[in-house]
């Protein structure tokens, strides 16, 4: 009964002998386990030149995609600090610009030489989201340059969901009803 009950756990086997494997794998694949992924940056984190904390990874991200035109004071001097201190920061912000501007225009034209770009900085994220999207290129063009979206359907599906969430268990199909349809003064 224990052995049976050990199958349904995963990986029953010892630590060492998947530490072994993982080795093998690892050096079949050239890992270096001393050496952070290129991605990270070895320097001392990135500190907020108002107040000297250190800048979360959260508030980062945030900036990253913000364009400068809707940044505050602030903010502008957070993304100068994190431009300078973080050459992968830097990278990403410049990418994420050109990829909203490939979003906003009504061509695709320049979206092959971002993903191009985006693959060559060697920052797995910015890569696997290039792939995926090299991936679904026509999907990706038609949502460019097409005018039409399902906005107002998702929208309209959002809205349907957290009524009928928001009711559960409260009140009968009735009043469930008269939240969802349009409201019809003529009856």
Known sequence: MGAKRRLHRGYTGSRSNLERLLKVWRAVENI?????????????????PDTGHMISSVVAAALCIKPRDLLTDRQARKVNALKQGSRAFAIMRGLAMRFNGILRSTGSQALDEWIDDAIDTELTAIMRFASVLRRDIDAVRNAI???????????????????????????????????????????
Do not use: C, F, T
């Open 32 to 48: 270096q386990l001393d050496e952070p992924p290129p991605e990270m940056d070895v320097s001392e984190p990135v500190r907020d």
């Open 145 to 187: 340059e097409l005018p039409w979206s399902n906005g107002q359907a998702e929208g309209q599906i959002n809205r349907l969901k957290m009524l009928k969430r928001a009711m559960y268990g409260r009140a009968g199909p009735e009043l469930m009803r008269a939240r969802m349809m349009p409201l019809n003064h003529r009856n």
